[in-house]
């Protein structure tokens, strides 16, 4: 299995520019950028920030605010401020350096269980249990006979993913890659491409009669929900260069028609987008508040701006 699996990844991985030749902090701005995000808008966001930031203390001594503008639309944009005040750490306890062991890494801020170990085997080649969402369907799948892997993960699943790691470190490392790539390309959630699959005869889900899976997995929302107005909000926020007025966020979209806009066109538009939601006053009042609470956002009397 381990062998068919490995085979295959060689004959078929992505080139990604995070593999291969790549150094451990771009490996680690990767896999904060990946989670929850897909590869094609994650790629040229990422190859910007490197060519922005090649190293922590780049990023360190930048100030918040231009952290979360080159962020851009990758969503969940506190996962750029954990990022930044990762490689403030870096810099003042590692020498600008990002540590190899799981444990150093898990300790830096905004690090978690899964990063740790992606990090650790993918930018140091270290023997570490990488479990994320598609090692799981495949685990499901290969081992188990399920159509799904369970809504979250399991202490099962984590012990499973650890049994089938192999002992070799270059090997674990390999099949770590190479169970993650099978999941995201072969072993898909919806549509699964079974004749393609390397390790069909062995697929314990397949010798089970591809069961229906026990749940239906439902996409997060997002039209209509607060996530989309905080997400507004920040690409007023990006386009501007001086505070936006609170009045500004606030005004009908028939206002902003007839009131000229004291910012440029980008602030201008992604103002019109913001009101073309036509969001109500308690929800507006709901993102706001959780944009300052969060840090993502500051208020001052000039008006909301991302912080300094």
Known sequence: MHRAVVEWFAANARDLPWRGDCSAWGVLVSEIMLQQTPVVRVRPVWAEWMARWPAPADLAAEPAG??????????????????HEAAKELVSA???KVPSTYAQLLALPGIGTYTAAAVAAFAFGRRETVVD???RRVQARLVSGLALPAQSLTAAEARLAASLLPEDPGRSVQWNAAVMELGALICTARSPKCDLCPVRDECAWI????????????????AGTDRQVRGAVMAVLRAADSPVQAELLWAPAAVLESTPIPHPGAVASSLRRLHDLNTHAPQLERALAGL??????????????LPH
């Open 66 to 83: 231009e952290v979360l503008r080159a962020w851009g639309r990758l969503g969940y944009p506190r996962r750029a401020l954990r990022l």
């Open 207 to 222: 010798a089970a009669g591809q069961p229906e899976p026990t749940y239906i997995p439902k996409g997060q929302p997002w």
């Open 292 to 305: 300052l609470a969060d840090g993502l956002a500051q208020l001052s009397p000039a008006g909301y701006h």
């Open 94 to 96: 590692h020498g600008g």
């Open 133 to 135: 969402t598609n090692i």
